[in-house]
């Protein structure tokens, strides 16, 4: 029996599906193998925190797609894709981390038995949870099939969002608004971080009203002072001390689907150089929004950041943002473009990006972002609407 | 300068990359390359949610280990590993994510450069995080060198803890009690399990006293009824019905050390199944914690705890449990030894297991597990120390 708790319609699968399919045959693949969980849970349904042992969904183009895990996880499986039973497959438990058998030996069979040991098959080389041995196995297994590199198919297809995703992602700029509020009003000379930490996670995850808050693919990251320049240093035990700067990079989490926000609350006065930063960052996530219209680049945005912040001295050379939407862990980004000067991709209306430009210096840091929209025309629409400056709290 | 707020002593490290060494000479392994985020923590200090791109530790017979990521990364790495900052290495921010280049282009440059070009390099074919095609771009990039499968070489020294690892571990039985104690004062009928979820992060994160609580590498779960069948659902806005039992699947977590923990809780009165199930559990978990004596394998558990089981008429399939200590997402497990029927490593002082025999039947589920100390003789301990029952709440 399909998932009764979809988070979308039958017809949006629909759409997903035919896209893919569509990569597919322009890359000339017969049979795709997708294992990240994102493209997983964006083709199928599927949701499930197993993505630490193998599995995958296998898309054909005559064919319902068929998920493939372990056993114990075929359970969930048939309870949240939108397929039928019979579209789900399970390798027996003793395959889990076993040093005497893989779980794509019988991925395989399946392969094989379906018709496609000598086809060109598709799978993400470059993605998480697909491992190197993964590929050798499937390589021994399938020796007259071509594993054609497919890595990041399905994530392209993800790029222009459905009004149902921007709705989602709506809702999550909700819980991110929120999160920053009770940063705001919480953090204090003192307070030790981990029960900062606490009501961050109790914020994201109560949500708003009915909208629930999902678990972010990044846990709440809030460096202060020097540590700052290191952008992904987790919390400890450690108070907020006076003088000091602390960013606090964070999503909101909506049935997956990730609005990421990031905001920097000195607490006292803040020096002079900060303040520098502040203003030069600002103007450029100014022009940066006004440069996210239909047409332009990625790398149009990142320019247009670059200009304020070299006459105010700042030279970063890291990417600027990136796509966001569905994620699981490691990453909330969707890893196809990012804002950098040789990313070339054009801006059409519906894609989402993470608009991120972080200040990581050599003894300081300062993170001011938005997750933006781009829209029909006009420059993109800020999908989260809190103050864009750097927060003082005497 | 190196990290100075190590969790461990340099004594301690050195103990670790003595081990490593070692069984790199087994192994015929002239230089080790990890990409998993637990073992590079475990040899150097590192920490930071930095294991979404590429990045990892090179381990030599003859030098101090060599970090290696991201450029903004290494900031978080001079701040956190034991080695001096020459130790440190680091890529341009543009190979992040491109389509265009690898980073694992510039990892082979500094592997040829070092004269490991032609030797025999060890790789993690079987990890998390090290990619299909990070192997394939090694495997281009140096062919004059053999990539020998090192999946687990660093697991594997990980088995027996040190004294110090076992403060933690105990440090983070005390936040999974909390935690557990947490979720029985609050469970009730009507109350949403995303306010729950919101307890449970708090409980986990604020920690005891002065012992914070560090993010666990998988998020609670809390399927309840039918769902329960499914190991690995996620919570949702639903509210929890009476009549109805769910399990909670959590770990406190101090410095990255797991100690994790199961109980199921029923509202209202228990149908004769259950209790039945309970009966036979928890008499096959006292069997377990007697055959989990040095000597005997990881097996005898599994058969002790099968006994039990069997008599009630439940034959279940799935390992009952494996290796815990320092993890990252996404498995708070080693890795390395599975209770089940076909592992016959011989337990030791000194190891710790999650001993975890969970029931996932066709429409209802409960886990009642234990977090385990292998000890000088009799029976393993019991890291966690809260009722060993199915709890009711009325």
């Given amino acids: 029996m399909p998932g009764q708790f979809l988070p979308f319609s039958a017809d949006e699968y629909a759409r997903r599906l035919a896209k893919v399919r569509q990569a597919m045959a322009l890359q000339e693949i017969d049979l795709l193998f997708i294992e990240d969980p994102s493209n997983m849970a964006w083709v199928t349904g599927y949701d499930g925190w197993s993505f630490y042992v193998h599995q995958g969904v296998l898309v054909f183009h005559d064919a319902d797609p068929l998920w493939w895990g372990r056993s114990q996880d075929a359970h969930g499986a048939v309870r949240t894709v939108w397929m039928q039973d019979d579209c789900v497959a399970w390798y027996p438990d003793h395959y889990v981390q076993s040093t005497m058998c893989h779980p794509m030996e ?17 799978v ?16 021994q297994e399938l020796p007259d099939a071509i594993l054609a590199d497919a890595t990041g198919l399905v994530n392209w297809q993800r790029l222009i969002k459905s009004d149902d995703e921007i ?9 991110s608004e ?25 914020n994201a995850v109560r949500g708003i009203d009915d909208d629930w808050g999902d678990y972010p693919a990044i846990v709440p990251l809030l460096p202060s002072g020097s540590d700052a320049a290191a952008p992904h240093l987790t919390w400890d035990g450690r108070v907020f001390e006076p003088g000091v700067a602390t960013f606090f990079e964070i999503a909101g989490c909506y049935r997956r689907y990730h609005t990421p ?16 930063a502040e ?7 100014q022009a940066g929004l006004e440069a996210a219209v239909p047409g332009n680049t990625a790398a149009d ?4 950041l670059a200009i304020p912040l070299e006459n105010a001295g700042i030279d970063r050379a890291e990417r600027a943002g990136y796509a966001i939407g569905l994620s699981y862990p490691p990453d909330w980004g969707e890893r196809t473009v990012s804002i950098r000067n040789d990313d070339l991709t054009i801006l059409e209306p519906g894609m989402t990006f993470h608009f991120m430009p972080g200040l990581w210096m050599h003894d300081w840091g300062l ?15 800020c999908l989260c609407d809190r103050p864009r400056k750097l927060f003082v709290k005497n």
């Avoid at 392969?111 to 598709?122: A, L, M, P, S």
């Avoid at 709705?167 to 819980?175: E, L, N, T, V, W």
């Avoid at 926000?261 to 002079?272: A, Q």
């Avoid at 203003?279 to 450029?284: F, M, Q, S, V, Y």
Wanted: aromatic share 10%.
């Fill in 367 to 381: 993170e001011i972002t938005e997750s933006i929209l781009i829209r029909e025309s006009g420059p993109a629409e």
């Fill in 279 to 285: 203003a030069a960052l600002i103007e450029g996530l």
């Fill in 178 to 202: 929120k999160i920053i509020d009770g940063i705001v009003e919480h953090i204090e000379p003192g307070a030790r971080k981990a029960d900062l930490v606490a009501e961050i996670y109790a």
């Fill in 301 to 304: 945005i990142a320019r247009a």
């Fill in 106 to 122: 019988l991925l395989a069979a399946i392969i094989r038995d379906r018709g496609y040991g000598d086809k060109r098959v598709g």
């Fill in 261 to 276: 926000f990031c905001r920097t609350v000195f607490l006292g006065t803040p020096p002079d150089y900060l303040l520098s």
């Fill in 124 to 139: 993400e080389q470059e993605n998480y949870y697909f491992t190197a041995k993964a590929f050798l196995t499937l390589q």
């Fill in 167 to 175: 709705a989602y992602m709506r809702k999550a700029a909700r819980i």
